[in-house]
């Protein structure tokens, strides 16, 4: 099993920052494209960015321009840099591969919120 564990969410005001970690277990990170996801309340699982194994990006239209995914396959982890939040970024937040086909992680709770 797989192991995915997501870290570096919380309360942060509209228009601040947070930076998500996800690191893995496996040692064969590397060869994966791995995305971020996240799920609102009442809303199905949406992905937000993903980055292939080489590190070329991908967004979603909504967080364009102000999210930044990247990774470091020497810790087995992948980031997302989130600036200029909005309260409409607030949900928990999930890694996977670009395929989803690993076991989902518990995710981290960002709320954005005055």
């Known amino acids: 099993q797989v192991q995915l564990v997501e870290s570096g969410g919380g309360l942060v005001q509209p228009g601040g920052s947070l930076r998500l970690s996800c690191s893995t277990s496996?040692?064969?990170?590397?060869?994966?494209?791995m995305g971020w996801y996240r799920q609102a309340p009442g809303k199905q699982r949406e992905m937000v960015a993903t980055?292939?194994?080489?590190?070329?990006?991908n967004y979603a239209a909504s967080v364009k321009g102000r999210f930044t995914i990247s990774r470091d396959n020497a810790k087995n982890t992948v980031y997302l840099q989130m600036n200029s939040l909005k309260p409409e970024d607030t949900a928990i937040y999930y890694c996977?591969?670009?395929?989803?086909?690993?076991?989902w992680g518990q995710g981290t709770q960002v709320t954005v919120s005055s």
């Open positions: 496996r040692s064969t990170f590397r060869i994966y494209g």
């Open positions: 996977n591969t670009n395929n989803k086909n690993w076991d």
């Open positions: 980055i292939t194994s080489d590190g070329i990006p």
